[in-house]
């Protein structure tokens, strides 16, 4: 079996939770070595802005840092069907309403709605 063997370093812009990079950004990168789609799994914190070895085999991809595995992916076929916005609850604090992910002032993040939000059709 071929492996391919490639150095990336996630740019810390693209953090994610503190001290990690983004999981959905790396997953992307990883997912991309598929044509069909993959199902990724992020077992650590992702590092930012060190070098980092992506092995690519026909069946998986693994992400590691040193000897740590960082994230595999698998293919998967991806099915898009009827899917909505999940229905959660937002916590406020001061009268602003925060994103759930990274807890900034929702007016300050860039947020995608897919389908209907409250009765909504966006």
Known sequence: MIEKT?????????????????GGYTAGIMAGHFEEGAEVTLRRPIPTGRPLKL?????????MDACEEIAIAIPKKVSVGNN?????????????????????????VLC???????????
């Open 6 to 22: 490639q150095e990336i370093i996630i740019d810390p812009h693209f953090c994610g939770p503190t001290q990690s990079g983004h």
């Open 55 to 63: 092995f690519s085999q026909k069946t998986c991809v693994r992400l």
């Open 84 to 108: 909505r916005a999940p229905n959660v609850p937002f916590s406020k604090a001061g009268g602003d309403v925060l994103c759930l992910f990274s807890g900034a002032p929702v007016s300050e």
């Open 112 to 122: 995608l709605w897919d389908g209907q939000r409250r009765g909504r059709r966006f």
